[in-house]
Each structure stands twice: as structure tokens, then as C-alpha cells.
């Protein structure tokens, strides 16, 4: 309890969350306020930001290709750049994944949650010096939903009809409710940039903390602070140096020798040599990603549910955190959700590692010979590895399991979400109904798993626009159970985000919205010489 | 070459004019490669231009440059082609939707058939412009200026340590052949590059840079860095590429001097009472140089094209690392501009050796 809650006081402390917000959990859990007053007191004392250093973070995930236009951001590198110059209309909160304020400074839905009003702040400047106005954001939002764009967020922005302005705020419509329309809006394309970013969509000219003083695609970026930010809750460091990194052990290399102060992408397989070094700490964030191995339930041998039971059973989930993930993970239970998503249905069975229930489903299925599973390192870090693993807990259940290793070039368009058997990596999406809809929805371009079923179609569109949380928290529910017992999928594992600092870094909050922490690692930290 | 027709009969070293006519022949064959009537209708200045065989030599040597550029072009076009998965896919990754994938498509013309986007490419790669990347929006020339620049920066430093201490060690070992000096060189020449470059990179990234902290690492370099700051940056790369090319080389120079040294004139100067050392240098070495020449170039060559792994190790901004982020995301002109510019190097230094080691040895001016 107490952990819980100097872990609360760190995140207020560190901007986080609002301490308003962390009193009230505080006193939710049972604590008197004056307790909380300290705690959080305490907390600020020893969290209490420095200014002013130059922070170097070593990242892989930088190509010679990246651009600095957030409609095509993609790399880790470019995430983690666009975090640093821009600001979103709406952030997520780093423990719970709600959406807070951001640029829009609050917001309001119709009742059936197809009509969304949102309040934009005032007093905000570009780098530039132009004030941000409403047009900025409605010329924003739609580029980023004209369909001729290659917005990354083109996916996200197709349920909103119409963007306008009434006077000082922004209307939405959307073509049907969305009760999670404000965190779609978190969405690390959508940076809201002058005139909408038409003119000059790379010019890095935000509302950002950092100024971008450098950029070198795939080599190096430098930012200097922002001296006229909005928010003085982030933003610690005078100076920030990304360099791309591409090589593992050349990021490590470089963390260790104290030439960069924080890496991202820590293999779980080194995690143990690279803590003996005295000056490194490793940070691991629970995240939403998730490591899959994929059945298209609508081709056979697929289509018959008691060998696709036959094959979740078979896997041994907690072998496969320990030696793919070196623990740095957490079971999966067949559904794509976890803790961090709100509205997560609690109390679900773990699924466990059975022979003999799979041998069973096995039998019934009628199934026999051996099934074909294709795998490639590129569908997640050690899928190979993973493959045989799994392939041996199956030989005790008496299924065969063919393992066939796939060229890591164009797995992505011949074998994933084409092949009926084989295994994938999911990255998480802001809320379930994202996740849900992505990919298990019938409709759905990247249904990997060709989970073909209207009645979840029905519940999943009714939970969408629902505003009582309680009643969607049951629906999602529902939707879970589909999925983990009729659904293709077999989720071994959710992978936890391991990246390392020097000890000089401080304030580092673990967001689970996304890896380094949430890409704001930049503007949200401080050392500490 | 020789011997094109019955008319020319066997060609022996004493007739040289006679062999060389068919080569100008074919020169003369290709379509404005010679101003003004062909050959035949030459000026006489001409035709004695063309009759020394040196200049001769040198154009023919030319000419085959362009002929393997442009099937070398081909080979490149076709191979990224060839790729599993297309730029459009490749580069949206997971997470592209069908609209974003044919967007994309028809931006770049990938509809167009292949032939087409070939000449389109292959016209504007003459002129210099290898168009704009596909990823970036930048254009490709120019990126490639800056990375090329790298590329060369780090290429120059390694061969002026590496080519001079080669040639120095291997004379050395000459002097003291199959004695200690000899086989300490050898043995740790041999060591070195029987390692993988990636290998010494990173042993040299822990001893210096982890352990005594004394080394820049990541090599990465930038615009605003000073010289002095580059060159500390390179530090690291530039000695995993001398040890990489050392031992080739050394041993090249080696072997060739070793091999003239048993020669008449060699035992003449033994003969005379000249020193050893003098013999090796002055009379000995010189007579080595062809095939010495030929080992330098293709290391240079392998300096500039063939250190992806050690750029990647060491985090160093030159045309291996934008090939290769290039080639993860199908960015295509990157590529072909990449391979084509890596092609003409290898071309240009391996002529380069040719034309040296014929001027060094007067005796392969007249082909047997």
C-alpha cells in the first residue's frame, strides 16, 4: 500500500498526475489526508525537479528515411522528436491512461457521444511566436483525416463526419458515438501545428517544450528549451541531444560509458549484464503491447474451436515470460486487454498451461498430423524462440507442431494476416474499444485472426457510444470472453517497455501508455549531477 | 581483344600497332564516343593518338566502366525489385490501412510499369539527380553529398594509416623474413582480420570507450562539430578499419617484394654490398608495385563501400548506414543511388589500379 502510494506521489510530483487527483486516490485507498498532505509533501522535497543540463538519449528505432512530418512519424525515433516540439490536444494520464487536458483545455459530449465540444486554450504560442488559434486545430485534425493524406493517424481520425470551429472551440461530429473520442485524440501524429501543418508540414514549429535547433534523419536531433511554454510542470533540461542508435550493443555500449544518459529497446537477454554496471538503472514499464500467435479462425484446420482450445491450452504462458521476455513481462490471457486499459474487466480466469485439457480439445477436434505454424524474428524479439518453446509444451499434449522460419523481409505483407498460422506483435491502442476494433471487429482491415462474429460486432458498436461506465465495463467483459474462448488468438504474453538510464536521471514516470514513457522521456525528466 | 580477324594474324610483342587496331575498332564502333568521322576517316593526330597504347588502353579500360555501370544499374533496379514486399507496405508497416498503402502507391507512380520508372530513373541518374526518397521527401543527391562526404572522410584517414604502415610493415617483414619481427607481423596481421570487423569494433567500444572512458563513442558527426572533434569521433572506426585492410595488404607487399627479391638484378645489388634495406626499398619494392597496386585499390574500394557493419557499430552517418536504413524501408531511389554510387567506385579504383600498375610495368602496355 504504502509502495502504491509514494508511487502516486512520485507520479504527482513529477507531473504525472494533478495532486488533486492523487489526494483523492490517496484518500480512496484509505489514508487520512494529512497523511496524503505529507506524502505528497515528502515526495515533492525529494522529487523536487532541477533545472537546466543537456540530456543525451541514445534511441533505436531512427532511419536516414524519418521525417519530421507528424502525419508521417513512425520510427521510435520520430515519436519520441514529436513529443519534445509539439503538444496534442489531449494527453493521457501516465498511471491510469485517461485522458487530461492538454491543448484543448476541457471538453464535452453529446449524450449519445457523437457530438464532441472541446475547449481550446488561450495564451499559448507557436515557436514562432503566432498564437495558437482555433483554425490551427481545425486545419490540423483535417489533415490528418483528408483521405488523399498519408497520415498514420488516418485510421484513427475515419469515425469523425465533420471538424468545425464555433467560435472558440472545436466541434466534432462523428459518424457514430464514441465515448474514448478525447483519447483518440492523444494519438502522437496529431500534433497541432500552425495553419495545420499545410504550409510546411516538417518545419518542427509547435507548442512544444523544446525548440528544434538540429535534424539530422536518423542521426542526431538537438532541441534547446522553450523559454515561453505553456506549462512549466516539464521541460527540466536547457538542452536535449537524440542521436539514433541503431545497434543493440552500441546502445548499450554508450550508456555504460556515460556518453548518452538514457537508452530505449534494452534486450531482455542483456538486461542482467547491463545491471551490474553501478551507474545504470533499468526501467521497466508495464505495457499494452502484446506477443500473439495468430489463428484465422475461418480457414481450416483453424475453424474448429476445440483445436483452437487444444492449441491455447498447449501453451505454457510463464515459460514464455521467463526465458522470452526474462521476466520482464506479464502472462497473457487470450484477450488483447490488460490492467492498464481503464475499464478492464477484472476477474477473469487465468488460462494455464494444460496438456491435458489441450489433449482433450485435441482428441475432439479430430484433428491430426501436424499444424503449421510460420514465425520470423521480426514478429516480435525472440518469436523464433518462442515458436519452439511452444512447440515443445504442445509435444506433451501429443500435438505436433511444424515450426517454419519465414524470411524477416516482407513478413509483414506475405505471411502475417495472410497465412492462417503464425505468429505477430501487437503494439496496445489508447482504449479497448481501439484495440477491439482494430482487429476483431468483422469489418476490420488488420482482423487478423478473421474473428468473424456480428453478435461481438453488436456489443462492441453499443459499448462504443455507452457513457455509463459501469455498463461498458460490462460489455467489454463480455467481448473479452468471446474472444478468449472462441477467438483465434493465443496471447502468451504482454511485453513490458525495458529501457535504462544513468542514475543521474530523475523524475522518469512510467507511463503505460506507450514506450519511453509514453515518448514525453524528454521534457519530463531532470538530472541530477 | 586481340585477334579479331585472320587479317591480323598472330600477334607478338614486336608489332604492337598491328594488335592494337581492332581495339580502336571497337572504341570507335560505339556511337559517339569519338568526335567526329570514325576512326578510319581519322586525323592523322588522332589516329596517333589513339595508336599509343597507352590512351588506348585508358579509353578501352573507360568504356567497359560504362558498359558494366549501365549493367550494373540494371542488376541493382532489378534486384530491389525483386525485394519481398513493396516500399508502401514496408514503410506504413503494421499499422498501414489500404487507403493509406494505395495513397502512397500512386504518389510515387509505383503503378507505372517497370521499364518506364527504369528509363524515368536511369535519365535522371545520368544528369546527377537520383530523385527524391521516397520516405523523406528530400532529395536523394543531396543527402547522399553529406553522407558521402562521411563515407570518404572516414575512408581517407583509414587509408592514409593503413596503406603506408601495410607497405612499411610488409617491407619490414621482408627485411627480417622468417625471423621474430616477421612472424610477430604476420601472426598479428592474421589475427586481425580473421576477426569480424563488428567484433574488434566492439572490443575496441569496451576497452576504450567503457573501461578507460578515454574514446568518443557513438563516432556520430555532425555539422557543427569542429575538425578536431571529428577526427577524435573517427578515432574508433578509423582503427577497426586499419586492422580490418592491414594484414591484405601487408602481406601482398610481402609476397611481391619477396618474389622479385630472387631475381638477377636483386643479387647484383646484393652483390655490390648495398645494404638490405636499400635494396628492398630502392631497387626491390619498385618492381612490386603492380600487384601492391592492385591490393591498395580494392581496399580503398572496400573502405568506402564495404564498412555498413563498422558504421553501424560505431553509429556513423555514411552511405553504408543510409543504405541500409534505406533498404529496411524499400525506399528504392535511395537504394539504387546507394548501389549505383558504391558500383562506381569499385569501377573507378580497380581502372585506377589497372592504369597504374600498366604505367608502373611498361611491359603490360603490349599484352602478349
Wanted: one cysteine or more; glycine letters at 8%; a neutral charge.
Amino acid at each position: 500500500m504504502t509502495d502504491y502510494l509514494k508511487y502516486l506521489a512520485k507520479g504527482a510530483t513529477t507531473g504525472g498526475i494533478s495532486r488533486r487527483e492523487f489526494m483523492g486516490r490517496a484518500l480512496a485507498a484509505g489514508v487520512s489526508l494529512t497523511v496524503a498532505s505529507q506524502l505528497f509533501a515528502d515526495s515533492a522535497q525529494a522529487q523536487e525537479p532541477k533545472r537546466g543540463g543537456h540530456l543525451k538519449l541514445g534511441l533505436e528505432g531512427g532511419s536516414a528515411t524519418d521525417s519530421n512530418d507528424p502525419a508521417k512519424f513512425l520510427s521510435q525515433v520520430m515519436f519520441c522528436i514529436g513529443r519534445c516540439w509539439g503538444d496534442m490536444l489531449v494527453e493521457s494520464e501516465p498511471l491510469t491512461g485517461q485522458p487530461v487536458p492538454a491543448l484543448a483545455e476541457s471538453w464535452e459530449p453529446s449524450a449519445d457521444a457523437s457530438t464532441w465540444t472541446f475547449k481550446i486554450r488561450k495564451g499559448v504560442k507557436f515557436h514562432d511566436g503566432k498564437d495558437l488559434t482555433i483554425e490551427d486545430v481545425v486545419k490540423t485534425l483535417q489533415r490528418h483525416t483528408d483521405e488523399k493524406s498519408e497520415s498514420g493517424a488516418l485510421g484513427v481520425m475515419k469515425s469523425i463526419k465533420e471538424i468545425k470551429a464555433d467560435g472558440d472551440n472545436l466541434v466534432l461530429t462523428l459518424t457514430e458515438g464514441n465515448a474514448d473520442l478525447p483519447l483518440l485524440l492523444t494519438d502522437y501524429h496529431l500534433v497541432i501545428q500552425p495553419n495545420g501543418g499545410y504550409d510546411d508540414p516538417s518545419s518542427a514549429n509547435g507548442t512544444g517544450p523544446y525548440k528544434m535547433t538540429s535534424f539530422e534523419p536518423g542521426v542526431r536531433a538537438t532541441f534547446e528549451r522553450n523559454k515561453e511554454d505553456w506549462r512549466t510542470d516539464r521541460g527540466f533540461v536547457d538542452s536535449i541531444e537524440i542521436i539514433g542508435i541503431n545497434d543493440a550493443t552500441a546502445r548499450i555500449a554508450a550508456l555504460s560509458s556515460g556518453q548518452v544518459h538514457y537508452i530505449n529497446r534494452v534486450d531482455p537477454k542483456t538486461v542482467s549484464l547491463l545491471k551490474r554496471a553501478p551507474t545504470v538503472e533499468i526501467l521497466s514499464t508495464s505495457g499494452r503491447g502484446h506477443y500473439v500467435f495468430i489463428m484465422h479462425c475461418n480457414t481450416a484446420p483453424f475453424d474448429n474451436n476445440d483445436l483452437r482450445m487444444a492449441l491455447k491450452y498447449s501453451m505454457d504462458r510463464e515459460t514464455m515470460v521467463e526465458k522470452i521476455l526474462g521476466g520482464y513481462g506479464k502472462v497473457g490471457n487470450d484477450f488483447p486487454i490488460n490492467e492498464t486499459y481503464a475499464l478492464f474487466p477484472e476477474g477473469i480466469e487465468q488460462r494455464a498451461y494444460d496438456p491435458d485439457k489441450a489433449a482433450f480439445h485435441y482428441k475432439k477436434s479430430g484433428h491430426s498430423g501436424p499444424v503449421l505454424l510460420r514465425t520470423s524474428d521480426v514478429a516480435f524479439p525472440g518469436a523464433v524462440d518462442a515458436a519452439v518453446l511452444y512447440q515443445e509444451s504442445a509435444k506433451k499434449a501429443g500435438i505436433e507442431i511444424e515450426v517454419k522460419r519465414e524470411p524477416g523481409d516482407g513478413y509483414w505483407s506475405n505471411v502475417w494476416n495472410v497465412q492462417p498460422y503464425s505468429t505477430s506483435y501487437w503494439g496496445g491502442r489508447p482504449t479497448q474499444d481501439q484495440m477491439y476494433s482494430t482487429a476483431y471487429l468483422s469489418t476490420a482491415d488488420w482482423n487478423d485472426t478473421r474473428f468473424l462474429r456480428p453478435d461481438f460486432d453488436k456489443i462492441l458498436l453499443e459499448a462504443r457510444s455507452e457513457l455509463d461506465e459501469a455498463k461498458r465495463k460490462e460489455m467489454y467483459r463480455d467481448m473479452a470472453m468471446m474472444v478468449r474462448d472462441e477467438g483465434g488468438l493465443i496471447l502468451p504474453m504482454f511485453n513490458d517497455f525495458v529501457n535504462a538510464a544513468s542514475k543521474q536521471v530523475k523524475g522518469y514516470v512510467h507511463d503505460i501508455g506507450n514506450d519511453m514513457s509514453n515518448g514525453y522521456v524528454a521534457t519530463r525528466v531532470w538530472l541530477d549531477a | 581483344m586481340t585477334g579479331a580477324g585472320p587479317t591480323n594474324g598472330p600477334a607478338t610483342p614486336n608489332d604492337a600497332p598491328g594488335a592494337e587496331e581492332p581495339r580502336v575498332a571497337i572504341i570507335a564502333g560505339g556511337p559517339a564516343l569519338l568526335t567526329g568521322s570514325g576512326a578510319k576517316g581519322a586525323t592523322a593526330g588522332g589516329i596517333r593518338l589513339l595508336r599509343s597504347p597507352l590512351a588506348s588502353l585508358i579509353l578501352q579500360r573507360l568504356a567497359l566502366s560504362v558498359a558494366l555501370l549501365f549493367a550494373v544499374s540494371i542488376l541493382i533496379f532489378g534486384g530491389v525489385e525483386a525485394l519481398p514486399g513493396d516500399f508502401a507496405t514496408t514503410y506504413l508497416g503494421q499499422s498501414a490501412t489500404p487507403q493509406a498503402v494505395d495513397n502512397i502507391r500512386k504518389d510515387l507512380g509505383l503503378d507505372k510499369p517497370l521499364t518506364e520508372r527504369y528509363v524515368t530513373w536511369l535519365s535522371g541518374a545520368v544528369q546527377g539527380d537520383f530523385g527524391t526518397s521516397w520516405a523523406s521527401r528530400n532529395s536523394v543527391s543531396e543527402q547522399i553529398g553529406k553522407r558521402l562526404g562521411n563515407s570518404l572522410f572516414l575512408a581517407f584517414f583509414a587509408a592514409i594509416v593503413s596503406v603506408p604502415l601495410a607497405i612499411g610493415l610488409g617491407m619490414l617483414a621482408v627485411q627480417y623474413r622468417n625471423r621474430l619481427p616477421d612472424r610477430i607481423i604476420n601472426i598479428v596481421s592474421l589475427a586481425a582480420i580473421s576477426l569480424p570487423e563488428f567484433f574488434i569494433g566492439y572490443l575496441l567500444i569496451l576497452f576504450f570507450a567503457v573501461n578507460l572512458g578515454i574514446a568518443t563513442f557513438p563516432s556520430t558527426v555532425y555539422d557543427s562539430m569542429t575538425f578536431v572533434e571529428r577526427l577524435k569521433a573517427i578515432a574508433l572506426p578509423v582503427t577497426t578499419l586499419v586492422l580490418v585492410v592491414l594484414a591484405h595488404m601487408m602481406r601482398m607487399t610481402r609476397a611481391a617484394i619477396l618474389s622479385v627479391m630472387s631475381s638477377a638484378y636483386v643479387e647484383t645489388a646484393e652483390l655490390k654490398g648495398l645494404s638490405s634495406l636499400r635494396i628492398i626499398a630502392r631497387h626491390a619494392a619498385p618492381n612490386a608495385i603492380a600487384p601492391v597496386i592492385t591490393v591498395v585499390a580494392l581496399n580503398l574500394a572496400y573502405l568506402v563501400v564495404g564498412v555498413v557493419v563498422v558504421e553501424v557499430v560505431f553509429v556513423y552517418p555514411g552511405m553504408g548506414q543510409y543504405m541500409v536504413d534505406a533498404v529496411t524501408v524499400r525506399d528504392m531511389p535511395v537504394v539504387q543511388a546507394c548501389g549505383l554510387i558504391f558500383a562506381a567506385f569499385y569501377i573507378l579504383l580497380n581502372m585506377a589500379a589497372d592504369i597504374l600498375a600498366i604505367l608502373a610495368n611498361p611491359r603490360l602496355r603490349h599484352p602478349r
